[in-house]
């Protein structure tokens, strides 16, 4: 259950990882089955854990005071799911992270980053490589909900992201770009 992770770091690092760093990371990392539906973080909650996706797919969305689901974030294998803010600052999230299908993760609680993982540098390396393009792919995101029609949003994520459109129902993909499902609906039949 491991590999997969030990593989995203060496993809996302130059530093190899010695056998004792293989060792402490899987002692920390914690397999976890999450069923469809059920909650990793919920609004209120202080996010004390990342999950690294190793088979399924999760969602984090927030709740409007309509009762509106709003998508932030799909996630599948080899992504990560956490409220990053939340796990930095130890304030409140303002999200819901479920599963969205029956999920195998690998959990890493916050202390056992700061106290061991930490040291490991292919860790760091990769954690410095994941930031820069979180940080990189939510200015994208962020430009193309404000410039982008909805057409174009669409376009986009079939060319980056076409898992998505096969993994997630078209509501949810639809709330992830930003439009109607009607309007969703019409987009695709278009295409």
Not at 155 to 171: A, C, G, K, V, W
Request: charged share 25%; proline share 4%; glycine share 4%.
């Amino acid at each position: 259950m491991y590999q997969p992770l030990l593989s995203y770091i060496e993809r996302h690092s130059t530093t190899p990882l010695s056998g004792e760093d293989i060792e402490l990371i899987q002692s920390k990392f914690t397999p976890k089955k999450i069923r469809k539906g059920q909650y990793i973080l919920q609004d209120g909650e202080i996010c004390r854990s990342t999950a690294f996706i190793v088979k399924g797919a999760m969602r984090q969305y927030t709740v409007d005071d309509k009762g509106m689901e709003h998508i932030i974030q799909l996630a599948i294998e080899n992504w990560w799911a956490d409220d990053r803010e939340s796990f930095l600052t130890d304030t409140p999230s303002r999200y819901y992270i479920d599963a969205w299908e029956n999920t195998d993760v690998l959990v890493l609680k916050k202390t056992d980053y700061y106290e061991h993982l930490i040291h490991i540098p292919a860790m760091m390396e990769m954690i410095k490589v994941l930031d820069e393009r979180h940080a990189y792919a939510n200015h994208k995101r962020l430009h193309s909900a404000l410039n982008d029609t909805a057409e174009q949003r669409y376009f986009n994520l079939i060319s980056t992201r076409p898992e998505f459109i096969q993994r997630f129902p078209q509501y949810l993909i639809a709330s992830y770009l930003g439009v109607a499902k009607e309007t969703l609906s019409r987009l695709r039949s278009s295409n």
